[in-house]
């Protein structure tokens, strides 16, 4: 009975704050739809944070809910589903069936281990590695993340002998997933070309404060606050996610011999590493092609289909990533309608007017923890930037904060911001869905990262930017 109670007071807090964000009094200058979609996506977000449904489950009913009040118009609700970062996602996780039918992820898997096995931070430290050699030449975090990353902490963690399906999630692979999670966003904060937004925050600031900023000059702003996000990280994460398997003593004999009894390279694994590569070369040459992210991933999933390496039953039988498909496309369509009917706008004002008359050090502190933390609202890092970047930085110059600090601080904030939530960016939705680890965990070791992040970001890169006398 008490379960029960629980569990109805949780069904009643869902309905009974967004019941009262639809009849509340709408502001000025926001249409009444808007509104009315804060107040379902408000919902969605409790729905989460009280688990009280799966999120296929939670996103169907947001469906629902706005297709009946005929709070969104259809093409904007449907159109979630044609967005071309989830299906990014897509093929990337079903691209990453051929790791592990080809035995190509135990392959790589084992030589990680029999080189770096000694525990798991060593393997969370290669994780990182790895994904920062890509970094500078794979401008995209989920492809890295889901493309790359993905199949290679997965085929770690099974090696291992740790899967969910198996109740042994946390023996190491909860450990790996959310650091190699972490340290994607972190590794896309590091180089220039790691991430689409630190091109695109530079090309917003310059017109308005004059400032430029080079690949070089961002890698020597960026590099002491991430690189220290980087060592530390993984520490929070071992701290507050502590896996079973600490030292793993004879976890690189065995992987040698496991690699021996593997025998040569097959047919299937070449083709599958041929494949690829081909894959990482597009992506890291799509600013000179022009060549769709997407389209890329989805080339490489037909030839992948074509020469066998993996079926179509494969990808159909993939269920974590349709049920990614039922929610997150509903989400990203809110997003983009609280943008166009001028919710996000009223937010921006409401924000602006509520520091007016502050100490500028109170103001840049407020600003900046609402700028990282406001993505709980959102799905995607591009609109969070085209929505508040240029608006909060302009704030804090005009009351008097260094321009070059200001767009710095707000574009490695912007890099680090998905970090909160499983929905926040394509990589997330991808490793929650391995069922590594559960929501309350995911949201409660995002939030402890942030913080360090945080403090690491506008701490440390502070001090570090004085030192290099921009201010």
Same mark, same amino acid.
């Given at each position: 009975?008490?379960?029960?109670?629980?569990? !109805?007071?949780?069904?009643? $807090? @869902?309905?009974?704050? +967004?019941?009262?964000?639809?009849? &509340?009094?709408?502001? =000025?200058?926001? #249409?009444?739809?808007?509104?009315?979609?804060?107040?379902?996506?408000?919902? !969605?977000?409790?729905?989460? $944070? @009280?688990?009280?449904? +799966?999120?296929?489950?939670?996103? &169907?009913?947001?469906? =629902?809910?706005? #297709?009946?009040?005929?709070?969104?118009?259809?093409?904007?609700?449907?159109?979630?589903?044609?967005?071309?970062?989830?299906?990014?996602?897509?093929?990337?996780?079903?691209?990453?069936?051929?790791?592990?039918?080809?035995?190509?992820?135990?392959?790589?898997?084992?030589?990680?281990?029999?080189?770096?096995?000694?525990?798991?931070?060593?393997?969370?430290?290669?994780?990182?590695?790895?994904?920062?050699?890509?970094?500078?030449?794979?401008?995209?975090?989920?492809?890295?993340?889901?493309?790359?990353?993905?199949?290679?902490?997965?085929?770690?963690?099974?090696?291992?002998?740790?899967?969910?399906?198996?109740?042994?999630?946390?023996?190491?692979?909860?450990?790996?997933?959310?650091?190699?999670?972490?340290?994607?966003?972190?590794?896309?904060?590091?180089?220039?070309?790691?991430?689409?937004?630190?091109?695109?925050?530079?090309?917003?600031?310059?017109?308005?404060?004059?400032?430029?900023?080079?690949?070089?000059?961002?890698?020597?702003?960026?590099?002491?606050?991430?690189?220290?996000?980087?060592?530390?990280?993984?520490?929070?994460?071992?701290?507050?996610?502590?896996?079973?398997?600490?030292?793993?003593?004879?976890?690189?004999?065995?992987?040698?011999?496991?690699?021996?009894?593997?025998?040569?390279?097959?047919?299937?694994?070449?083709?599958?590493?041929?494949?690829?590569?081909?894959?990482?070369?597009?992506?890291?040459?799509?600013?000179?092609?022009?060549?769709?992210?997407?389209?890329?991933?989805?080339?490489?999933?037909?030839?992948?289909?074509?020469?066998?390496?993996?079926?179509?039953?494969?990808?159909?039988?993939?269920?974590?990533?349709?049920?990614?498909?039922?929610?997150?496309?509903?989400?990203?369509?809110?997003?983009?309608?609280?943008?166009?009917?001028?919710?996000?706008?009223?937010?921006?004002?409401?924000?602006?007017?509520?520091?007016?008359?502050?100490?500028?050090?109170?103001?840049?502190?407020?600003?900046?923890?609402?700028?990282?933390?406001?993505?709980?609202?959102?799905?995607?890092?591009?609109?969070?930037?085209?929505?508040?970047?240029?608006?909060?930085?302009?704030?804090?110059?005009?009351?008097?904060?260094?321009?070059?600090?200001?767009?710095?601080?707000?574009?490695?904030?912007?890099?680090?911001?998905?970090?909160?939530?499983?929905?926040?960016?394509?990589?997330?939705?991808?490793?929650?869905?391995?069922?590594?680890?559960?929501?309350?965990?995911?949201?409660?070791?995002?939030?402890?990262?942030?913080?360090?992040?945080?403090?690491?970001?506008?701490?440390?890169?502070?001090?570090?930017?004085?030192?290099?006398?921009?201010?």
């Amino acid at each position: 009975m008490t379960k029960k109670a629980i569990q !109805f007071g949780k069904v009643g $807090l @869902l309905i009974l704050i +967004p019941a009262i964000i639809w009849f &509340l009094p709408v502001p =000025a200058g926001v #249409a009444s739809s808007g509104w009315h979609t804060l107040a379902i996506f408000v919902g !969605f977000i409790i729905g989460c $944070l @009280l688990s009280i449904a +799966p999120l296929a489950v939670l996103g &169907l009913i947001a469906l =629902a809910s706005l #297709a009946i009040t005929n709070t969104i118009p259809p093409v904007t609700l449907y159109g979630g589903f044609g967005n071309s970062a989830i299906w990014l996602i897509m093929f990337a996780f079903f691209m990453a069936i051929g790791f592990r039918t080809t035995n190509l992820g135990s392959r790589l898997a084992y030589f990680l281990i029999a080189r770096f096995g000694r525990s798991s931070l060593s393997l969370a430290y290669t994780l990182t590695a790895c994904d920062l050699i890509m970094a500078p030449f794979v401008p995209n975090t989920n492809a890295r993340g889901a493309g790359i990353m993905y199949p290679i902490t997965m085929s770690l963690a099974k090696a291992l002998g740790s899967d969910p399906q198996d109740h042994t999630e946390g023996k190491i692979g909860s450990f790996l997933i959310l650091t190699s999670f972490h340290t994607n966003l972190l590794a896309g904060a590091l180089f220039f070309t790691a991430m689409a937004t630190n091109p695109l925050a530079m090309a917003l600031a310059k017109p308005v404060f004059h400032i430029n900023v080079s690949w070089g000059s961002w890698f020597l702003y960026a590099c002491v606050p991430v690189i220290a996000a980087l060592i530390l990280v993984p520490l929070v994460i071992y701290s507050q996610n502590r896996p079973e398997l600490v030292k793993i003593p004879a976890a690189q004999k065995f992987a040698r011999e496991q690699l021996q009894a593997m025998g040569k390279i097959s047919t299937s694994e070449l083709m599958m590493t041929a494949i690829f590569l081909l894959t990482i070369i597009g992506w890291s040459t799509s600013k000179w092609t022009h060549l769709d992210n997407t389209a890329i991933a989805g080339s490489g999933l037909v030839l992948l289909i074509i020469s066998q390496v993996i079926k179509i039953d494969d990808v159909l039988e993939e269920k974590k990533v349709w049920d990614i498909f039922l929610w997150l496309p509903i989400i990203m369509a809110m997003t983009t309608y609280l943008v166009q009917t001028k919710v996000v706008k009223w937010f921006q004002i409401l924000i602006a007017d509520s520091v007016q008359g502050l100490n500028l050090s109170v103001a840049f502190l407020i600003l900046m923890l609402v700028y990282l933390y406001i993505h709980y609202f959102f799905t995607s890092v591009l609109v969070h930037l085209q929505v508040f970047f240029l608006p909060f930085a302009t704030v804090l110059v005009s009351m008097g904060a260094n321009p070059l600090v200001t767009v710095m601080l707000l574009a490695l904030l912007t890099c680090v911001s998905p970090a909160t939530t499983h929905y926040g960016t394509g990589t997330g939705s991808i490793y929650f869905a391995t069922g590594y680890t559960t929501q309350k965990d995911w949201w409660r070791v995002g939030f402890e990262v942030s913080v360090v992040e945080f403090i690491l970001f506008a701490g440390l890169g502070l001090l570090w930017w004085k030192l290099l006398g921009l201010y």
